[in-house]
């Protein structure tokens, strides 16, 4: 069976967008994702790379463009007033489901990426944080308490420096084995590929 790379952040709308046609993707071409969460901030730290939202006539536009994928794909999106978040804690909290294997980490994504890019949250505030994860289900304190074990600061940082090793600039980036897809907008080149 075939399988692809899925790397994102939640900070990314364009990963939100990806994470919505994930099932999708999979039911049609029969490959499963394998889910590499990454801090953006630091690819683009190391790639000397920036969020277009830093061209505000780009920024613009750029939301714009999304809206009609989602408006395509049927799906809410929403401009967040909070935007940029800072998802360090977020991304170390899902790393840190992964990492014990916990069948919640997809529930976990949905979750989060609703409450930035459907229901324009702060998840800046740690108060607004716990209380989408509690609606979600979790404890919002055993997940900050493995967010922050070493282990879990350590394997997101080492996910995050292979994906700019692989050539990977921005977020959400796909692998079909070493062939690299950069944006959610090359979704139907995945899927061919995964197809070939």
């Known amino acids: 069976m075939k399988n692809f790379d899925f790397y994102f952040d939640f900070g990314s709308l364009a990963s939100y967008l990806a994470h919505t046609q994930l099932h999708k993707m999979c039911t049609e071409t029969g490959a499963s994702a394998n889910l590499l969460p990454m801090l953006l901030g630091g690819v683009f730290q190391a790639t000397g790379n920036s969020s277009p939202m830093t061209v505000p006539a780009k920024g613009r ?32 909290m899902v790393t840190a489901l992964q990492m014990h294997n916990d069948p919640r980490m997809q529930t976990f994504m949905d ?35 493995m967010a922050n074990d070493q282990a879990t600061k350590d394997q997101l940082k080492a996910v995050t420096m292979k994906a700019v090793e692989r050539g990977v600039f921005g977020a959400p980036t796909f692998f079909v084995g070493e062939e690299m897809f950069w944006g959610q907008d090359r979704i139907e080149q995945v899927k061919a590929a995964l197809k070939a």
């Open 61 to 92: 536009y750029v939301f714009v463009d999304f809206k009609r994928y989602a408006d395509g794909y049927g799906v809410p999106l929403n401009t967040n007033p909070h935007f940029p978040i800072i998802t360090t804690t977020l991304m170390r």
């Open 111 to 145: 979750a989060v990426f609703q409450a930035i890019w459907v229901n324009s949250r702060n998840l800046n505030d740690p108060v607004t944080v716990g209380q989408v994860l509690t609606d979600a289900g979790f404890d919002a304190a055993a997940l900050l308490a």
